[in-house]
């Protein structure tokens, strides 16, 4: 099955500067790669998204790259504030119709320094 | 538009118990899914059900079953109870092949 694997485990920045965390999948037919945010205590939340057809996306400070041929994809958040502190998890998945089993990272816990 | 919802919120039962856990789809999805995520770990998936049917699987035991109902809400049905159990189960839905909504989870503790 899927493995996904996730680094660093904790990445503290000061505010402003950017943070990049990556992520390796073991599935060369997994082709879709979402990011999630996750605050204390609360639900995951995609914050941003990739197809395996794609091979950059950018939503406003949020970018994701992704790289098939080596099978890593990465996260990198430009103008880092400080409510960007959470846990951010990546994962992928195989979509075959009514199958949408995702295979979660470790996770990363981002730490913004004021 | 209502989002997913989850019940309980928290719980705790005693080793050898039974729990349910209960799940409303956000409107329109048909797809429902269960995590569990353990404190300090990535979410893992449990199995998804589709038009009230299970279609796919993670590993975990006979003992976590689960059903959907024909409006799509679900239930996650644990037996047996285990210390390691305790976790906060996520439940998500969707509409294939979109983006899973997650739920705030229900944080079951295991004494």
């Known amino acids: 099955g899927e493995n996904v694997e996730q680094h660093p485990s904790t990445l503290s920045v000061q505010e402003g500067d950017s943070a990049v965390i990556k992520c390796t999948y073991s599935?060369?037919?997994?082709?879709?790669f979402p990011w999630y945010k996750q605050e204390l205590g609360k639900r995951p939340q995609l914050i941003i998204d990739?197809?395996?057809?794609?091979g950059e996306k950018k939503d406003q400070r949020i970018a994701v790259t992704l790289n098939k041929t080596a099978k890593h994809f990465s996260l990198h958040i430009t103008e880092t504030q400080p409510e960007d502190s959470a846990v951010y998890f990546c994962?992928?998945?195989?979509?075959?119709?009514?199958?949408?089993?995702?295979?979660f990272g470790t996770g990363t816990r981002l730490t913004i320094i004021p | 538009e209502t989002g997913v919802t989850q019940s309980p919120t928290h719980l705790i039962k005693t080793r050898g118990q039974q729990v349910t856990l209960r799940c409303s789809s956000q409107?329109?999805?048909?797809?429902v899914s269960w995590y569990q995520q353990a404190l300090g770990q990535g979410p893992q998936f449990i199995f998804q059900?589709?038009?009230?049917?299970?279609?796919g699987r993670g590993n975990f035991p006979p003992r976590f079953s689960g059903l959907q109902f024909p409006n799509y809400s679900s239930e996650l049905n644990v037996n047996a109870l285990e210390l390691d159990d305790s976790a906060l189960y996520l439940c998500?839905?969707?509409?294939?092949?979109?983006?899973?909504?997650f739920g705030e989870g229900s944080r079951l503790t295991v004494l």
């Open positions: 998500a839905s969707s509409l294939f092949p979109g983006e899973l909504f």
């Open positions: 599935d060369s037919a997994s082709n879709y």
């Open positions: 990739i197809r395996s057809n794609v």
């Open positions: 994962a992928a998945r195989l979509s075959n119709f009514g199958n949408e089993k995702l295979t």
């Open positions: 409107s329109g999805h048909n797809t």
């Open positions: 059900y589709y038009r009230e049917e299970e279609n």
